[in-house]
Structure formats: C-alpha cells, structure tokens
C-alpha cells in the first residue's frame, strides 16, 4: 500500500502533477504579461503548453512556455497592441455612451446604440478565443490569423458559446469563492486561467487537430488540411 501511495504514476499523483502544471503555468504567463505588450505573447504560450496537456505530450511546462513565447514574439506582441487598442476603443465606447450619449439623446437612437456596442463587444470575445489558439497552433501572417479566427468563431458558434459559458462558470465559482470561502479564494485563482484555455483547447481540438498522442508542432493551414485528407 505504501508503494502504491508513493508510486508517481498513480492517479493521485498524475493530478498533483497537472496541478503544479496549471499554477506554474498561471505565474509564467503573468510575469511574462506584466510589459503588457508581451500579453499576447504569453497568452499564445499558454495556449500551446495546454496543447501539449491535452495530447498528454508535456515533458516540461516552462520549455515548452518558453519554446512557444520565443516563436510567437513579434507576431503575439503586434496582437498584443491590436487587442489592446481594440479594447481601449469599446471602454471608451462603453463610456460614452454610458455618460453622454444616454443623456444627450434618447429612443431609438439610444437602444440602436447599445445594439451595436454589444455586437462588437461579442465580435471582440469572438477574436479573444480564437486568435491565441490559432496564433499557437499554425504559422499564418498575421491577417491570416485575425480572419480565420472570425470566420471560425462564427461558422463554429456552439462551440464560441460553449467557451464563453465555461469562462462564465468560472467567473461565477471565483466569486462565490470570496463571497462564501474567502480563505481559500486564491486557489481557484491560481488555476482558473490555464483552465480555461485548456477547456477551449478541448472544446476545438478538431478543429485545432489535437490529438493525444499526436506530436504537436505548429504547421499551416495548408499543410493540415493535407494532413487530415
């Protein structure tokens, strides 16, 4: 029984592992976002280790963090500025029309105005899922990336809104943790990330041709349809 308890390949021990994995790789992406410009950078290497979880091929999180993070520099950062900029645009949208188009105006206009901030709000979490996936998975320039991952959030919608309601569960379980269990609020917190991003790579593995077992290297698009004919 004590052999069993201490043998590393039992269950146990396997989840004590992933765990460790999921909190190495929640601080690795942190530190490596605080430059801000390098978020997208780090994002895109967290989607890739969590690649390497799902097809059980992650023989050591920080090397292959930072074998992501070294390929992804300059493209993840040009993201970085364009997700930020994008970001900063619907904030001031959101508070515009919150503190002087709602007063200035009214009726139609207002609820027109809402209608469409709320699209490109969607439009904009359609991008947030599928542009770092894609950023790690397959070699594209970068428009490349930026239209595939519209046209497959919105061609593949289920599975958009199939994230979005995990990411939503876990937002929710965050905040019931402080509210209710505030000593061990940061334990969610400390994995709550990487578990999402490997939930997304779980809901698009076909699409993303994951398969344990499976060598995961990045290719392009061109080369994975040829391998999936």
Request: hydrophobic letters at 55%.
């Amino acid at each position: 029984m004590v052999d069993r308890m201490f043998n590393t390949d039992n269950n146990f021990w396997q989840a004590v592992g992933k765990a460790g994995d999921l909190i190495a790789l929640t601080f690795l992406t942190v530190l490596c976002s605080l430059p801000l410009i390098t978020a997208g950078v780090a994002v895109s290497a967290m989607n890739y280790v969590c690649f390497k979880m799902l097809e059980h091929d992650n023989e050591g999180t920080i090397k292959n963090f930072f074998h992501s993070f070294r390929q992804n520099l300059f493209q993840g950062a040009a993201i970085s500025v364009i997700m930020g900029a994008a970001g900063f645009l619907l904030w001031y949208d959101g508070w515009f029309l919150t503190n002087y188009f709602a007063v200035q105006s009214g009726g139609a206009l207002l609820y027109v105005g809402w209608a469409v901030y709320i699209y490109l709000i969607f439009f904009y979490l359609v991008l947030l899922l599928y542009v770092f996936p894609l950023q790690a998975r397959f070699y594209n320039p970068l428009a490349v990336t930026f239209k595939n991952a519209v046209i497959a959030g919105f061609k593949n919608l289920p599975k958009t809104l199939m994230m979005l309601a995990g990411d939503g569960c876990m937002v929710i379980l965050i905040i019931l943790c402080f509210k209710h269990v505030p000593q061990i609020a940061f334990l969610p917190l400390l994995t709550a990330l990487p578990l999402c991003v490997w939930y997304h790579s779980w809901v698009l593995r076909d699409l993303l041709g994951l398969v344990p077992g499976k060598l995961d290297l990045p290719v392009s698009d061109d080369e994975a349809e040829r391998k999936g004919e």
